[in-house]
């Protein structure tokens, strides 16, 4: 059984975030063949497929990142990896498992999307429209960092058919983007969402993270209070977590700490919590653990909902994620590795899982529990599971804490679930994929 800790939770080092499964330590290189097969044969007609670009371009890596993004690369460079980008596009268009397959969702993902010029953006998506059929692309989701913006690219962003742009504010305090090496500063924050104003984007986004270097109680709330002036569809905000491969952790380990300099977990969950509160008061409704939106009805997030739902994605670029229908994927983890194998005719996957059916119902059960709500009807008609049957003893003792209520066929989240519903999803993976 997972071990829940109570009282003051000090941020360590570690992954909190359950961002898929089973987990990516289960994926590995000896089953890159399973990827490699499953390419080579006819993909469901009847599952949504996207999309993921992995853009790994930034102007300066922020101390908490652990993506992979290259702060030195030479426009040269810039120039082959999109190349390369084309290219193994191309190629998956031909493949068994596309077969002429509609994607109905894209996302350029970083790294920064943004950093690109409006030349190299124009080419690359023009690129994806002519290799597959573009009738059914239904959202196209962009991140951006505010100081890579121009008038001219913003324009140009939403003419070459962005629907969903998703700015990465993170907060607003420049000494605070400063001690966390963020490469903008809030005047380009303000310059920047004016031309995002003007361009009118179906959907707007707004990043922000809770538990930075230097956060104080004040300064959160200053940063609720401004996001909230700002208006966006939507706002999605995160907690900070130190994962190995970052600079912060290296810093720690220099000095032999093992508590990061950040907020304890408790501080963050009660500020998401009050940011949550302040942003429903202004009229938005909490539509995951992450994220409120301000009309649920148009406002839509197709990459998120669609994959937690078990859709098809295929991966673009350097370490980027893709899923065929029960067999998780990653690309070559650095850009050199990846470049050659496009150059020398290959699928540059370098590690994979295949999953039972079983692993594909946890999957799903754990990424829909990130909604805050989810009907149990599904499991039982998609994978012949009870699911309160297989976790009832679980969810009696969330219920007890006062974490998840259940209503007929209904399991909700409370708020004070919601705020900590990843570390709650380790209970329900299977017994070798848990964590202590």
């Not at 493949?95 to 943004?114: D, H, M, N, Q, V």
């Not at 998506?125 to 059914?136: E, M, N, Q, V």
């Not at 996001?227 to 810093?251: F, G, R, W």
């Not at 540059?348 to 009907?375: C, D, H, N, Y």
Request: aromatic share 12%.
């Amino acid at each position: 059984m997972v071990n829940l800790p109570n009282g003051q939770e000090d941020t360590k080092v570690g992954n909190y975030f359950v961002s898929n499964y089973p987990p990516f330590n289960c994926w590995n290189s000896q089953n890159v063949g399973l990827a490699q097969e499953r390419f080579r044969r006819s993909g469901p007609t009847d599952v949504p497929l996207g999309m993921y670009v992995h853009i790994p371009f930034c102007r300066k890596r922020c101390h908490f990142c652990y993506f992979r993004v290259y702060t030195d690369k030479k426009n040269r460079d810039i120039v082959n990896y999109l190349d390369a980008i084309k290219v193994e596009a191309s190629r998956l268009a031909e493949t068994a498992f596309i077969g002429g397959r509609k994607a109905s969702f894209l996302y350029f993902g970083g790294g920064t999307p943004s950093y690109l010029s409006h030349e190299q953006l124009n080419d690359l998506i023009s690129h994806l429209r002519k290799t597959f059929p573009w009738d059914g692309m239904e959202e196209i989701a962009f991140e951006c960092e505010p100081g890579t913006l121009t008038q001219k690219k913003v324009q140009g962003l939403r003419e070459l058919g962005i629907t969903r742009l998703s700015l990465g504010v993170e907060n607003f305090s420049d000494e605070i983007l400063q001690t966390n090496n963020r490469a903008h500063r809030s005047m380009e924050v303000y310059r920047s969402y004016d031309w995002i104003q003007a361009a009118k984007f179906p959907q707007v986004n707004v990043d922000l993270i809770a538990g930075m270097i230097g956060e104080t109680d004040e300064n959160w709330h200053q940063a609720i209070r401004k996001v909230i002036e700002l208006n966006p569809d939507a706002v999605t905000i995160y907690q900070m977590e130190i994962p190995h491969n970052t600079t912060i952790h290296k810093e720690m380990r220099q000095e032999g700490r093992d508590i990061a300099p950040v907020a304890t977990w408790n501080t963050k969950r009660r500020w998401v919590a009050e940011a949550f509160a302040a942003l429903e008061s202004a009229g938005y409704t909490v539509s995951s653990a992450y994220t409120v939106v301000k009309d649920p009805q148009r406002t839509k997030f197709l990459y998120r909902d669609s994959l937690w739902a078990g859709a098809d994605m295929l991966a673009l670029g350097v370490s980027a994620f893709g899923y065929l229908s029960g067999v998780h994927y990653q690309n070559e983890s650095h850009i050199e590795p990846y470049v050659k194998s496009i150059r020398k005719g290959y699928f540059p996957i370098w590690r994979a899982v295949g999953m039972t059916t079983e692993e594909k119902m946890i999957r799903q059960f754990v990424l829909q529990m990130k909604l805050g709500r989810l009907s149990t009807d599904i499991f039982q008609e998609k994978f012949g599971v009870d699911i309160n049957r297989r976790w009832g003893s679980i969810f009696e003792r969330y219920e007890q804490a006062g974490w998840l209520s259940r209503h007929g066929q209904t399991i909700e989240l409370t708020r004070e679930g919601l705020m900590q519903v990843d570390r709650l999803l380790f209970s329900f993976f299977l017994p070798k994929h848990q964590i202590d």
